[in-house]
T-cell receptor, first 113, second 108 residues
Framework: GENVEQHPSTLSVQEGDSAVIKCTYSDSASNYFPWYKQELGKRPQLIIDIRSNVGEKKDQRIAVTLNKTAKHFSLHITETQPEDSAVYFC????????????FGSGTRLLVRP | KAGVTQTPRYLIKTRGQQVTLSCSPISGHRSVSWYQQTPGQGLQFLFEYFSETQRNKGNFPGRFSGRQFSNSRSEMNVSTLELGDSALYLCAIQETQYFGPGTRLLVL
């Protein structure tokens, strides 16, 4: 069935360093890949997304890359700051026919000052 | 920006009871999805509604049901509650990827 694997489960980096979170999806029909940030006690918030017709997308310090052949996509955060500390979730969807999201298991990112 | 209201925000029930949760998106958005979030299982898809029609259902038992009204408000119902139903239940306006604040359900 549909599945999204996410690694690592926890990630600790020094402030200013880069962080990379990787996801793999199983359903080749997936065409939309959002990333969410969830701070403690708060709702998930969309931070960036990418569609299958694009290989890379950037928004200031965050970027997402997609490799459709390998069914991999990754989140890159550069110049990390303590406020980047949160749980990050990747997800996959067949957006043309459904908004249903299959989520990865989450990555707890800790940015050490 | 889209907004979503969920009520109640917190709820305590006992095993065997039933519960109804409500989600009200800002008008004009026709798609509402529900997700269950637990520490062990993460974020799992429950239902998707589009213009009052259930378009998708996740792998949950029949005790979980839902519906959407003509004003886009959606409800989900869980009957015969089990301890494992304790979770944060989130609804989302999928057109905008905006999640509501969630209802935290505790089953004792």
């Amino acid at each position: 069935g549909e599945n999204v694997e996410q690694h690592p489960s926890t990630l600790s980096v020094q402030e200013g360093d880069s962080a990379v979170i990787k996801c793999t999806y199983s359903d080749s029909a997936s065409n939309y890949f959002p990333w969410y940030k969830q701070e403690l006690g708060k709702r998930p918030q969309l931070i960036i997304d990418i569609r299958s017709n694009v290989g890379e997308k950037k928004d200031q310090r965050i970027a997402v890359t997609l490799n459709k052949t390998a069914k991999h996509f990754s989140l890159h955060i550069t110049e990390t700051q303590p406020e980047d500390s949160a749980v990050y979730f990747c997800a996959a969807s067949m957006r043309d026919s459904s908004y249903k999201l299959i989520f990865g298991s989450g990555t707890r990112l800790l940015v050490r000052p | 920006k889209a907004g979503v209201t969920q009520t109640p925000r917190y709820l305590i029930k006992t095993r065997g009871q039933q519960v109804t949760l409500s989600c009200s998106p800002i008008s004009g958005h026709r798609s509402v999805s529900w997700y269950q979030q637990t520490p062990g299982q993460g974020l799992q898809f429950l239902f998707e509604y589009f213009s009052e029609t259930q378009r998708n259902k996740g792998n949950f038992p029949g005790r979980f049901s839902g519906r959407q009204f003509s004003n886009s408000r959606s409800e989900m119902n869980v009957s015969t509650l089990e301890l494992g139903d304790s979770a944060l239940y989130l609804c989302a306006i999928q057109e905008t990827q905006y999640f509501g604040p969630g209802t935290r359900l505790l089953v004792l």
